[in-house]
Structures are given as C-alpha cells and as structure tokens.
C-alpha cells in the first residue's frame, strides 16, 4: 500500500478538523446581535452555542478515527478488528451528529418563529447537513460490515494450515 | 452469503443518494448557466462555462460507476474484478477533473479578479484539492478490494 496516498488523505483530514474548529471558532463573532457585545457575553452567555460546541465533539472524534483508519491501510492493518471497530465508532458518531443537528434546527425553527422571524436558510443548511450526516454514517455501517467480512475471511484463511 | 435486510436497505440509500448529487449537480450547473448568461450575456464566463460542462462529463460518470461499486456490494461482489475496475476509473475520473479545474485556473483568477470575488480563487483551489483527494481515497480503496479480492481467492481455493 503506497504510504503516501494515505498520509495525504490524512493532511486533509487534519486540514478539515483545523478549519472547522476555526469556522466553529469563529462564527460567533460574524453575528450582527453580537456586534456590540463584550468577549465574555458572546462565548458564554449563549447556551445555544455551548451546544454547538457540545454537538461537535463527535464530529471530531468521528474525523480523529478516520484519520486512525487511513493510518492502519498504510500500514496494511486495515483487515483488522480494529479498524472495524473504528467504522463502528465512526456510524455512531455520524448518527449522533445528526440527531443533533435535527434538535438544532427543530429549536431555531420554533425560536425564530416566536421572534416573528423567518429562519428557512438555516433550517435549509441544517437539513442539507443532517442528510450529509446520515450518508456518512450509512456508508461508514456499509464500509463496517464488508470490513467485517473480509476479517472473518483472513482469519479463516490464517487459520487454516 | 445472503444479504441480510438492513445491509441492502442500506446499499439502496447509497445509490438514491448518489443519484440525487448527480440531479444537484445538474440543476445547479443550469441555474448557473442561467444566471450568468442573464447577468452579462455570458461573454467573460464563457471559459467558465465550458469549463464547468467539461468537468460534468467525468463527474457524472464517476457517480455512475459509484452506484455499479454499490450494486457489486450489494450482491456480495463487493471484493471483485468489477469492484477493482470501478475504482480504478473512479480515480481516473477524479484526476481528469482536477487537471481541467488546474488548466482552469487562469481563466478562473481572470473572472474572480474582473468580478472582484477574492472567493473564486479559493473555490477553485478547493476543488482542485477536493478531486486529488476523491482520486487518492480511490486509489486507496482499490488497493483494499484488490487485498480483499486475493483473500478471498485464497479462501475459495482452499478445500
């Protein structure tokens, strides 16, 4: 397995982590109610936003195992129990994310409605999100299950004289 | 082996949802088309354009062959010569789409610049990336099927 196909899908990896935590970072200070707020006020007085930040934690923990899995296909370990256990990990993080999400975007929808707003392109980005979600982790269960068979397969195989 | 129920599910949202990129992709390609052409009669996008039609080709054939890889998984072909060849021109696909957005490139910092869009140089580059990444993640893959593929020769040739 050519090692450097993998460390360079592991660079993008880390490039996303880095740059959704920035984003994730970021944003707060891009909102217009922000605008005249101290530093304290923006990041702590949200409890909207500590969810976020809550919410994200198994996206990154998702992100961290596929950089895990691409390590052990370099090292050619990737019929391994390990590996399927790290696509497990991964569907239920993808699961987690969007069952996030949709609570997320169930409450914007409710609280903008009170505030007589109109929140159509939030919820819109929310479900688009959640749909990606969702696909990441079917794919993650569909990738668990072959993996799962080619392991009992090697192991089949190593065992028999 | 049979295909248990939950698996084909599975493999059946996969192949919906592939197909629906591929429809998204096509409406937002003509919406684009539209709102340029309804914006300045076309003429400094026209490279663009052309651009984005030519990258459609590979890409739309790339999803197809995702959706035959998904059909093998389904019907338990999921280590074969099919699999291997499906990936294999996955990654081409993915590089031809990435060397037209490189060939691009100057067509693209000439319209960002004209339009003054700092973002479009950044969209491009990320495309670029993104394909040479869809490439490398394919490459990858194939490398694992075709491991897979041997496994499971051996297994079956074993009495």
Same mark, same amino acid.
């Given at each position: 397995?050519?090692?450097?196909?993998?460390?360079?899908?592991?660079?993008?990896?880390?490039?996303?982590?880095?740059?959704?935590?920035?984003?994730?970072?970021?944003?707060?200070?891009?909102?217009?109610?922000?605008?005249?707020?101290?530093?304290?006020?923006?990041?702590?007085?949200?409890?909207?936003?500590?969810?976020?930040?809550?919410?994200?934690?198994?996206?990154?923990?998702?992100?961290?195992?596929?950089?895990?899995?691409?390590?052990?296909?370099?090292?050619?370990?990737?019929?391994?129990?390990?590996?399927?256990?790290?696509?497990?990990?991964?569907?239920?993080?993808?699961?987690?994310?969007?069952?996030?999400?949709?609570?997320?975007?169930?409450?914007?929808?409710?609280?903008?409605?009170?505030?007589?707003?109109?929140?159509?392109?939030?919820?819109?980005?929310?479900?688009?999100?959640?749909?990606?979600?969702?696909?990441?982790?079917?794919?993650?269960?569909?990738?668990?299950?072959?993996?799962?068979?080619?392991?009992?397969?090697?192991?089949?195989?190593?065992?028999?004289? | 082996?049979?295909?248990?129920?939950?698996?084909?599910?599975?493999?059946?949202?996969?192949?919906?949802?592939?197909?629906?990129?591929?429809?998204?992709?096509?409406?937002?390609?003509?919406?684009?088309?539209?709102?340029?052409?309804?914006?300045?009669?076309?003429?400094?996008? !026209?490279?663009? /354009?052309? +651009? @984005?039609?030519?990258? #459609?080709?590979?890409?739309?054939? *790339?999803?197809? %062959?995702?959706?035959?890889?998904?059909?093998?998984?389904?019907?338990?072909?999921?280590?074969?010569?099919?699999?291997?060849?499906?990936?294999?021109?996955?990654?081409?696909?993915?590089?031809?789409?990435?060397?037209?957005?490189?060939?691009?490139?100057?067509?693209?910092?000439?319209?960002?610049?004209?339009?003054?869009?700092?973002?479009?140089? !950044?969209?491009? /580059?990320? +495309? @670029?990336?993104?394909? #040479?990444?869809?490439?490398?993640? *394919?490459?990858? %893959?194939?490398?694992?099927?075709?491991?897979?593929?041997?496994?499971?020769?051996?297994?079956?040739?074993?009495?």
């Amino acid at each position: 397995m050519k090692k450097s196909s993998t460390i360079f899908l592991q660079t993008v990896i880390v490039l996303i982590g880095i740059g959704t935590l920035a984003a994730l970072l970021w944003e707060p200070q891009l909102e217009g109610r922000n605008v005249n707020a101290t530093f304290f006020q923006i990041y702590f007085n949200d409890p909207f936003l500590a969810y976020v930040y809550l919410g994200s934690i198994p996206f990154f923990v998702a992100l961290w195992k596929a950089h895990r899995i691409l390590g052990y296909a370099g090292q050619n370990h990737i019929f391994t129990q390990t590996a399927v256990n790290a696509l497990r990990t991964i569907k239920y993080c993808a699961l987690i994310t969007a069952g996030a999400i949709v609570a997320a975007d169930t409450f914007l929808a409710i609280a903008a409605r009170t505030n007589g707003e109109d929140a159509a392109g939030a919820v819109m980005l929310g479900l688009i999100a959640t749909f990606i979600s969702i696909v990441a982790a079917t794919a993650a269960a569909v990738g668990e299950k072959l993996l799962q068979k080619a392991v009992d397969m090697k192991s089949e195989n190593d065992l028999t004289v | 082996m049979k295909l248990s129920g939950m698996k084909y599910g599975s493999i059946f949202f996969l192949r919906v949802a592939t197909f629906l990129m591929g429809a998204v992709a096509l409406v937002l390609v003509a919406i684009f088309t539209f709102v340029v052409i309804g914006k300045s009669g076309g003429s400094p996008f !026209l490279p663009i /354009l052309i +651009l @984005i039609y030519l990258t #459609l080709i590979p890409f739309l054939y *790339a999803l197809y %062959l995702v959706i035959k890889l998904l059909t093998n998984i389904g019907a338990d072909r999921a280590f074969s010569k099919s699999s291997i060849g499906a990936l294999r021109r996955i990654k081409y696909c993915a590089v031809v789409i990435s060397a037209l957005y490189v060939v691009g490139l100057p067509f693209m910092i000439q319209v960002a610049d004209a339009d003054d869009a700092p973002g479009g140089v !950044l969209i491009a /580059l990320f +495309l @670029i990336v993104g394909s #040479l990444a869809v490439a490398t993640l *394919a490459s990858v %893959l194939q490398k694992v099927v075709q491991h897979g593929f041997e496994e499971r020769s051996k297994n079956e040739l074993t009495v």
